[in-house]
């Protein structure tokens, strides 16, 4: 079993940034891909961005792209996501999630994801 925990959601008017973490604990982090998805009120959990377990490679919505990086600390056993250029658009509840070890398939979809956190709340304001 692998909980997850994110932290850093907030506040920020459009064109600030935010951090968000989500800290890992319990199974084998450095080997599971890990993504953050983002839940607007009344629509589907969408796709924001995912990391390889290797770390070479990355995958971004094309309406983060540019805007947000994803980044992983293997002895933290934590990944973060880093938004820039916020808008009012990217309001949402932000969860973080984990795929089983060493998954290799498209990890730019929800059910390929055995693990996910409680979310985090992300609001901008205009």
């Known amino acids: 079993q692998v909980q997850l925990v994110e932290s850093g959601g907030g506040l920020v008017q459009a064109g600030g940034s935010l951090r968000l973490s989500c800290a890992a604990s319990?199974?084998?982090?450095?080997?599971?891909?890990m993504g953050w998805f983002r839940q607007a009120p009344g629509k589907e959990r969408e796709f924001a961005a995912a990391?390889?377990?290797?770390?070479?490679?990355?995958y971004y919505a094309d309406s983060v792209k540019g805007r947000f990086t994803i980044s992983r600390d293997n002895a933290k056993n934590t990944v973060y996501l880093q938004m820039n250029s916020l808008t009012p658009e990217d309001t949402a509840v932000y969860y973080c999630a984990a795929t089983k070890p060493t998954y290799i398939g498209d990890i730019r979809y929800r059910t390929n994801y055995d693990y996910w956190g409680q979310g985090t709340q992300v609001t901008v304001s205009s």
């Open positions: 319990r199974g084998t982090f450095s080997r599971r891909a």
């Open positions: 990391m390889r377990w290797s770390g070479d490679r990355t």
